[in-house]
């Protein structure tokens, strides 16, 4: 069975850095291409980040290019997601999601998901 577990989620001052972690088990985590995903309360879920299968190819959602960056380490089975300058529009339910076709920003397409750390940055 595959549970990706998501950690490292918290209150935060606009300005300030979080680490988020997901913890990948029950699939072959190189295999598969990693995202990131947030939904904040009233929206859809939007891409954040994305990063294919050896860490070699990575996409950003525009509003958080510069800001965060989205690494793995396969040994570990665990994607990251370094995020800097938070802003309280960063604020929403992070979730982590595996696709074992391409490093893609479309949600439809990824196979399994977390069930998400949330991130509250305070103005």
């Known amino acids: 069975q595959v549970h990706l577990v998501e950690s490292g989620g918290g209150l935060v001052q606009a300005g300030g850095s979080l680490r988020l972690s997901c913890a990948a088990s029950?699939?072959?985590?190189?295999?598969?291409?990693m995202g990131w995903f947030r939904q904040a309360p009233g929206n859809e879920r939007e891409f954040v980040a994305v990063?294919?299968?050896?860490?070699?190819?990575?996409y950003y959602a525009d509003s958080v290019k510069g800001r965060f960056t989205i690494s793995r380490d396969n040994a570990k089975n665990t994607v990251y997601l370094q995020m800097n300058n938070l802003k309280p529009e960063d604020t929403a339910i992070y979730y982590c999601?595996?696709?074992?076709?391409?490093?893609?920003?479309?949600?439809?397409?990824?196979?399994?998901w977390g069930q998400g750390t949330q991130v509250t940055v305070s103005s």
């Open positions: 990063i294919n299968r050896n860490g070699g190819i990575t």
């Open positions: 999601a595996a696709n074992t076709y391409s490093a893609t920003r479309n949600a439809r397409e990824y196979d399994y």
């Open positions: 029950g699939l072959s985590f190189g295999m598969y291409a």
